[in-house]
């Protein structure tokens, strides 16, 4: 028997073992079971869910924070916290990037507060760097300061945008040399910074070329170079041809006469039609190429400009002069005698040119002719020079650029949801109004195409925010979770424990009983054996222990009673100890 009770040996790691961390959970459920761990299992309960809501509030209840400023000082950052303090303002320190931050319903606040106090002290920039120059500084280092205080001039002139949120301009210009042919022109380099969702259009973007280019002497507009956060090239024509210039401009001037006409048509259906109903789109043909034409003509008869010539006399007739100087006017004239007329002697052939006489500048040719003896006796012959200007019209013909050769537009209307579709007489009246509209010509192949469809997908034309992307749904989660622990801890902790401890105490066992019921605990301890419970659920009480008929039920009697009377069974079982 004794070689039967002799457990054999164990082997491997299982000996090595001790026999009280064999198996854990027994051991667990044994320290759970002792009373005091019982007792006190509630009230450990009840704290651990107390800090559990607490860590959980903790993370919830902390606000999104917004970065207030980066790359801040350390005695920048040491005022900065300390205003926020003492303005109740929450700040901290991202250790990883050095920002300072706030809560974000702090942020606008914070800012307001610190720039009246002038709050981050940033140094000095602008002409209040040249008020800082020392004294005995060499002519480099004067010339690299009032460099780098034009360049944050300029930076804040272009910050004055309402698109741009920070600026930056680096400026070359090289020293002035004595030889003309080694002087070079300077240049400019800007960086921008947008603000979100903004972006310079190219009007903005040429008011800033110009703006650096007038304010540095001798640069031009081509020498300044404009680049956003993104790197993306903002100045047109820095490595673009003009030709390329010239075709962004033409595509640009074709896209405006587009749009217009869409405004137009858009402008017209809305009231009909209603907004999101219908969409409409134009394509215009639009004849870019610039004409010049110079015409020259001449009058094919012209008109006698000047007349030179002389004429000689044949000398049979000629008297010599004599007389009394100036009687000839109080004598009477001679009588005149009529001759018969004679024919014009035959022109002579004009001289070739160059010969005759002819008057500088004259635009037509010198014509010669040799007029023969005429009635005049005293003309034996004449020659004359006669110049003429023939007619001359020049005509200069520009055609600017910007004809519509031919137009193009669709127009799509929306069918109602319920009723009958658009019929054929309105979509003609909607034809006819859009013709009307942008002007159509038949002449020049215009078309106009309208026609009605239902849209697929009526709300993707809303642009509301989803109810997910809201901004009160974080601050609701976060109030509705914080509630629900809050809920939790109360009914899973703070109820059971009130229920405890509003339990009512036992009854104490008299000093009588004391020593009978811990002689039945005894025998029930030392005879091990198993007893049913007591047949009736009425309490037990000792003289039902007395007359109990056999041993059995009076172990089953003493577990009821233990049972139903915890605290009389231990002061029971302490008497009998102490006894």
Do not use: C
Request: no cysteine.
């Amino acid at each position: 028997m004794s070689n039967a009770l002799t457990p054999a040996p164990q082997s491997g790691v299982a000996a090595l073992v001790p026999e009280r961390f064999a198996n854990p959970l027994q051991q667990i459920q044994g320290l759970l079971a002792q009373p005091a761990v019982r007792r006190s299992l509630p009230m450990v309960l009840l704290v651990g869910l107390i800090a559990a809501a607490a860590l959980a509030w903790m993370m919830l209840a902390t606000p999104t924070q917004k970065t207030l400023f980066s790359g801040l000082a350390d005695s920048d950052k040491a005022s900065v916290t300390a205003a926020l303090q003492q303005a109740n303002i929450t700040s901290r320190i991202d250790p990883g990037t050095g920002a300072l931050t706030v809560a974000e319903d702090d942020y606008s606040r914070a800012r307001i507060l610190l720039a009246g106090q002038g709050l981050p002290k940033a140094a000095p920039g602008g002409y209040q760097i040249l008020d800082n120059l020392p004294m005995g500084v060499s002519r480099a280092v004067e010339g690299e300061r009032l460099r780098q205080a034009r360049e944050t001039e300029l930076a804040r002139s272009i910050q004055e945008i309402d698109a741009v949120a920070e600026a930056r301009v680096h400026l070359a210009t090289p020293e002035q040399s004595v030889f003309v042919r080694d002087n070079a022109a300077p240049s400019a380099s800007v960086i921008v910074k947008l603000q979100p969702g903004r972006s310079l259009g190219d009007a903005q973007v040429s008011s800033i070329v110009n703006l650096v280019a007038s304010s540095v002497p001798g640069m031009k507009p081509e020498g300044v170079t404009i680049v956003d956060q993104m790197g993306g090239l903002l100045t047109k024509g820095a490595n673009q041809s003009q030709l390329g210039i010239a075709s962004d401009e033409r595509i640009a001037f074709q896209r405006r006469v587009e749009e217009k006409y869409r405004a137009q048509v858009v402008q017209l259906l809305t009231p009909l039609i209603g907004a999101g109903n219908f969409t409409a789109e134009i394509q215009a043909d639009v004849d870019l190429n610039e004409t010049q034409a110079t015409r020259e003509s001449y009058d094919k008869q012209g008109a006698l400009r000047v007349e030179q010539g002389q004429w000689t006399g044949n000398g049979k007739d000629a008297q010599a002069p004599g007389g009394i100087p100036g009687a000839l006017s109080n004598t009477p004239p001679p009588a005149s005698t009529l001759s018969a007329p004679q024919p014009a002697a035959t022109p002579t052939p004009a001289p070739p040119a160059g010969s005759g006489v002819s008057t500088p500048g004259a635009a037509a040719p010198v014509v010669a002719a040799a007029a023969g003896v005429v009635s005049d006796a005293m003309k034996a012959s004449d020659q004359y020079s006669r110049a003429y200007d023939l007619g001359k019209e020049v005509s200069v013909s520009r055609t600017a650029p910007g004809t519509i050769t031919r137009l193009s537009v669709a127009v799509l209307l929306r069918d109602p949801e319920t009723g009958k579709p658009r019929g054929t007489m309105e979509i003609q009246q909607v034809t006819q109004l859009v013709q009307t509209a942008v002007g159509f010509n038949p002449s020049r192949g215009d078309r106009v195409t309208v026609i009605s469809r239902k849209f697929a997908g009526g709300t993707a034309l809303d642009d509301k925010q989803p109810w997910y992307e809201a901004g009160w749904l974080p601050v609701v989660a976060r109030n509705a979770t914080a509630l629900v622990i809050a809920l939790l801890v109360l009914f899973l902790g703070v109820r059971p424990l009130a229920k405890s401890l509003m339990k009512k105490d036992p009854e104490p066992v008299a000093p009588q009983d004391r020593p009978a019921l811990g002689r039945d605990l005894l025998s029930e301890a030392q005879g091990g054996g198993q007893a049913p419970p007591p047949p009736t659920d009425q309490p037990v009480s000792i003289d039902a222990l007395e007359s109990a008929r056999n041993y059995d039920d009076r172990i089953g009697m003493v577990r009821g009673f233990t049972r139903d009377n915890p605290a009389r069974a231990a002061l029971a079982v302490r008497d009998m100890i102490k006894s």
